[in-house]
Nanobody, 123 residues
Framework: VQLQASGGGLVQAGGSLRLSCAASGRTLSGYGMGWFRQAPGKEREFVAGIDRSGLSISYADSVKGRFAISRDNAKNTVSLQMNSLKFEDTAVYYC?????????????????WGLGTQVTVSS
């Protein structure tokens, strides 16, 4: 499955962005999905995950209450709504898919990765 993340950009602190992850080659309905991010000089970190049904969702503590992950299996997309953005949210954001129904916060278990989309938050 090929993943393509989009929706990144430059936004002022306090603003919002909506990231989308579109899949091709195979339906996403059978995969657990995750969003990760990597800031310059830092390791890639878990942001949010969603299971195949959309009923089980998890967030990193740093984004709880500000970000919302969702999926539309009919459209083969996963989204990340990001509100109240902070300077420290600046990073390249990646979507990822893993075999099995559940999400995981361990990037090592994901099987497919998109190329990433840059999010820059100005303070």
């Amino acid at each position: 499955v090929q993943l393509q993340a989009s929706g990144g950009g430059l936004v002022q602190a306090g603003g919002s962005l909506r990231l989308s992850c579109a899949a091709s080659g195979r339906t996403l309905s059978g995969y657990g999905m995750g969003w990760f991010r990597q800031a310059p000089g830092k390791e890639r970190e878990f942001v949010a995950g969603i299971d195949r049904s959309g009923l089980s969702i998890s967030y990193a503590d740093s984004v709880k209450g500000r970000f919302a992950i969702s999926r539309d299996n009919a459209k083969n997309t996963v989204s990340l709504q990001m509100n109240s953005l902070k300077f420290e949210d600046t990073a390249v954001y990646y979507c990822a898919a893993k075999y099995g129904s559940m999400w995981s916060d361990d990037l090592r278990v994901y099987n497919y990765w998109g190329l990433g989309t840059q999010v820059t938050v100005s303070s």
